[in-house]
C-alpha cells in the first residue's frame, strides 16, 4: 500500500464550478496534514493545513480531515483557471522521529473556460 | 512576507564533482528539510535536522549526502560526487515547530552531465 493515495488526475472542471481531490493515507499516527499546490516547474506551495476531524475553511479552500478512514480532501469552489495546477496532500508522521512531509504523487486539477 | 531562500537557482556539474546547495531558511524556525524531485516524479524526502543534528534521514540520503548548519543562518546540502541520476529539483524547507506547517524555498535545479 502506498503512503499517500492520491487521484493522478487530470481532473477537469469548468470554471466557477467545485473541485474535490482526495487523498488517503497510510500512516495512522500522521497528526497534521497539508495541501500544498504546485505549478509546473515551481515549488510546492502551501495552501491548507488541517489538525483535527472535521473541516476547516479558508477563502475558497475547505479542507477535510477523518482520521478514523484514514482520508484528506480539499474542496476548491468557485474554481478559476489560475487554480490550474498539482495539489499534492502531504500528512506529517512523527514515525522516524524527523516529522517529514510524506507527498503523493498529486492530483492535476485543470479548470477550464 | 519571510520566506525561504535557495541559491543556485540552477546548477549544472559534471559527474564526479561535489556540489553545494544553499538555503536560508525562514528566521525562526527551527525545523530544516531537504526534498528532491526528478521530473515527472513526486516530492521525496531526503533529510530533516533539528538541533543541529539530523534527526531523520531517508535511503536516498546515502554517504555522498550531507547537510549542515554552518551558520546562524544558512543550511547546505551537499553531494561529494554527482551522478547522473541526482539530477533533480532540490527543495529546502523549514517549519517552526516540528508539526507546523513547513515551507518550501523556490528550489535549486541540479542537472549532472
Known amino acids: 500500500q502506498k503512503e499517500v493515495e492520491q487521484n493522478s488526475g487530470p481532473l477537469s472542471v469548468p470554471e466557477g464550478a467545485i473541485a474535490s481531490l482526495n487523498c488517503t493515507y497510510s500512516?495512522?499516527?500522521?497528526?497534521?496534514f497539508f495541501w500544498y499546490r504546485q505549478y509546473s516547474g515551481k515549488s510546492p506551495e502551501l495552501i491548507m493545513s488541517?489538525?483535527?476531524?472535521g473541516d476547516k475553511e479558508d477563502g475558497r479552500f475547505t479542507a477535510q480531515l477523518n482520521k478514523a478512514s484514514q482520508y484528506v480532501s480539499l474542496l476548491i469552489r468557485d474554481s478559476q483557471p489560475s487554480d490550474s495546477a498539482t495539489y499534492l496532500c502531504?500528512?506529517?508522521?512523527?514515525?522516524?522521529?524527523?516529522?517529514?512531509?510524506?507527498f503523493g504523487t498529486g492530483t492535476q486539477l485543470k479548470v477550464e473556460l | 512576507e519571510p520566506e525561504v531562500t535557495q541559491t543556485p537557482s540552477h546548477q549544472v556539474t559534471q559527474m564526479g564533482q561535489e556540489v553545494i546547495l544553499r538555503c536560508v531558511p525562514i528566521?525562526?524556525?527551527?525545523?530544516f528539510y531537504w526534498y528532491r524531485q526528478i521530473l515527472g516524479q513526486k516530492v521525496e524526502f531526503l533529510v530533516s535536522f533539528y538541533n543541529n543534528e539530523i534527526s531523520e534521514k531517508s535511503e536516498i540520503f546515502d554517504d555522498q549526502f550531507s547537510v549542515e548548519r554552518p551558520d546562524g543562518s544558512n543550511f547546505t546540502l551537499k553531494i561529494r560526487s554527482t551522478k547522473l541520476e541526482d539530477s533533480a529539483m532540490y527543495f529546502c524547507?523549514?517549519?517552526?515547530?516540528?508539526?507546523?506547517?513547513?515551507?518550501f524555498g523556490q528550489g535549486t535545479r541540479l542537472t549532472v552531465v
Open positions: 500512516d495512522r499516527v500522521s497528526q497534521s
Open positions: 524547507a523549514s517549519s517552526e515547530e516540528g508539526n507546523t506547517e513547513a515551507f
Open positions: 488541517i489538525y483535527s476531524n
Open positions: 528566521s525562526n524556525h527551527l525545523y
Open positions: 502531504a500528512p506529517r508522521g512523527l514515525t522516524g522521529g524527523g516529522n517529514k512531509l510524506t
